[in-house]
């Protein structure tokens, strides 16, 4: 059974979102990878000065950049990255390939990745996106998600067919991504995985050295998982051996599939939670998930604050004072709910049909001002923020340099202890999950943590991201 390198960085990735991110440091820590997670990239003296970490992620927001936005963002972070001297190299995506032409080009990041490193641009890319631990598959090139107990392909799931940034009108990822690079496309299907082992990792060899583009690879079971994560450890060994990088696009699919081929799943330590205090939950999701769970919180207790997307929001310089007052009075409503319960809801209601939709951008940076007015005012120990882009904004906003894992909870949605040079920030238990992640408990199960025994096991029963 193959093992990662015994020293030295094994994994460098940047993550396209912000709980896409902590998603790659779950796995990554499951499979005895200790991993951190920086806001900006580190430097090598940085990273030394952890010389217990052994894989390095950047949270990055991607997902909402357009192509030009991309070409300024992503080069320079790639570079970085790169200088690590971490053998794999990985862009990591959302498992349900969120990405259009114009926004979080998959396609395009792709063709940046492949600059960042020398040769790049003349080896393939690995593509892998199925994670089956997270309710994801692809057989023959398709991607099929979970929704509410039922398997859907992509372009037939209810929420990601209709997504109102990136709607999933393809489910062939080789086919949408088409539309989002030139570079050729190609396919290793499950049949291809199939067999003895040393027959598919000849075939899955030749095909990778055949390429010189982007080739997917199908993950529809444990077993092709397996067998794509001992492909992709060949790829990480060979750069080990001769200091190169082998770079990979996909969804924590990557690490899973790693994990599998080596056979280090479970090994996560967990870290001890700080006794129950206040918790403070900013959610910025409007997925039926996260309306779920706002409405158990408020059933169990949590006190609610909601705001008015379009208010926080400034459309045009005109509109910025007004908004900024609203902000500013919405922060005080929150500190004012704390200082009655030590568990507050600051809720973004789903949208009114008919009315003027809201840049999630500028919703997230709303909502990343009004945390940070509110932590400026009360120390808040454990704060959950629901939404990818929301947490990456917040995070941001809040000056935190880094995250380590604390424990496991909902797949792809750890808690997590910041690392910052803001002492009310250092050390602060922070949980930030996609707008579909977690059963209907979820905020009320993470503020009991620290309260009795309570498991983690149920947290996440539903998962996306």
């Given at each position: 059974m193959?093992q ?11 993550g396209?979102d ?12 499951d ?38 936005e991309?070409d ?11 200088a690590?001297?971490?053998?794999l ?12 032409p114009e ?6 990041a ?7 490193v ?23 090139g ?7 107990g039922?398997?859907?392909?992509l ?26 690079t ?24 030749e095909?990778?050295g055949?390429?010189d583009?982007?080739v ?9 998982q ?24 996909g969804?924590?699919g990557?690490?899973?599939a ?6 280090r ?23 039926p ?9 408020v ?21 910025a ?7 500013a ?10 200082s ?10 789903p949208p009114?049909?008919g ?14 001002d ?12 454990r704060?959950?923020v629901?939404g990818?882009d929301t ?7 809040l ?20 690392v910052?040079d ?5 050390g ?15 905020f ?7 309260t009795d ?6 947290v996440g029963a539903?998962a996306?991201?």
């Open positions: 193959p990662p390198p015994s020293e030295g960085l094994v994994v460098a990735y940047y396209d912000f709980t896409g991110s902590t998603d790659v440091m779950e796995t990554l820590e499979a005895g990878i200790p991993t951190l997670l920086f806001l900006e990239p580190p430097t090598r003296e940085e990273v030394a000065s952890h010389p217990e970490v052994r894989a390095v992620g950047v949270a990055g927001v991607s997902r909402t950049l357009s192509p030009a991309m300024d963002e992503l080069p320079p972070v790639f570079s970085a990255l790169a690590l001297g971490a053998p190299l990985h862009y990591k995506i959302c498992s349900t390939f969120d990405s259009s926004v979080g080009s998959i396609g395009r792709t063709e940046l990745l492949r600059r960042a020398p040769g790049g641009e003349e080896r393939a890319t690995a593509l892998v996106v199925g994670v089956p631990q997270l309710g994801r598959w692809t057989a023959f398709t991607l099929f998600a979970t929704f509410q039922e398997v859907y392909r372009d037939r799931h209810p929420a990601m067919s209709v997504h109102p940034i990136t709607p999933m009108h393809e489910a062939d990822v080789r086919v949408h991504l088409s539309g989002q030139s570079l050729p496309l190609s396919l290793i299907d499950v049949f291809d995985l199939d067999g003895p082992d040393d027959e598919v990792a000849r075939r899955v060899d095909s990778l055949a390429s583009g982007i997917v690879l199908d993950v529809a079971d444990h077993e092709t397996r067998r794509v994560g001992s492909a992709l450890h060949r790829r990480l060994e060979a750069a080990s051996t001769t200091g190169g990088t082998a770079v990979v696009v969804s924590s990557v690490e899973y790693l994990g599998a081929a080596w056979g799943q479970g090994h996560a330590a967990e870290r001890a939670v700080r006794p129950a205090g206040t918790t403070l939950v900013v959610s910025g999701s409007r997925a998930a996260t309306q779920r769970q706002a409405e158990a919180a059933a169990a207790g949590f006190l609610r604050v909601d705001l008015d997307p379009a208010a926080v929001t400034a459309e045009s310089a005109t509109d004072e007004d908004a900024d007052a609203t902000r009075a919405v922060a005080a409503q929150v500190v004012a709910a704390l009655a319960s030590d568990r507050v809801l600051l809720f973004t209601p009114v049909p009315a003027p939709a809201v840049d999630g951008t500028r919703l997230s940076l709303a909502l990343a009004i945390t940070r007015q509110v932590l400026d005012r009360v120390d808040i120990p704060l959950v629901a990818g947490s990456g904004y917040v995070a941001k906003a000056g935190i340099r880094a995250l380590r894992l604390v424990r496991r909870l909902a797949p792809g949605s750890p808690l997590c202890s910041a910052s803001d002492p009310r920030v250092d602060m238990e922070l949980c930030l999950k996609g707008g579909q992640i977690g059963a209907p408990d979820y009320v199960r993470i503020a009991d943590l620290g025994d309570v498991g983690t096991e149920n539903a996306a991201g």
